[in-house]
């Protein structure tokens, strides 16, 4: 299964699938067997990386539609 990253309207991005998650120092966070994980978008959560939810008590407020990245400079 390949990696799908949802950014939700308002909230976290929602991971799925296999991938691993590694801090600025490379430690490898243990993520239970999860397949499936939410990260922080608004900077508030108490569990960061992962989304506590705190983004909907403090209005945290951010919509994201998709578009193309231009290309790649060789």
Known sequence: MSTKIVVGN??????????????????????????????????????KPFCDTS???KGFVSECTAY???PVKN
């Open 68 to 70: 193309a990245l231009p």
């Open 10 to 47: 308002n909230g976290s991005l929602k991971v799925e699938g296999e991938f691993e998650i590694f801090d600025a120092s490379g430690n490898k966070y243990d993520l239970g067997g999860r397949t499936r994980v939410s990260l922080c978008r608004c900077g508030h959560s108490a569990t």
């Open 55 to 57: 983004h909907r008590a």
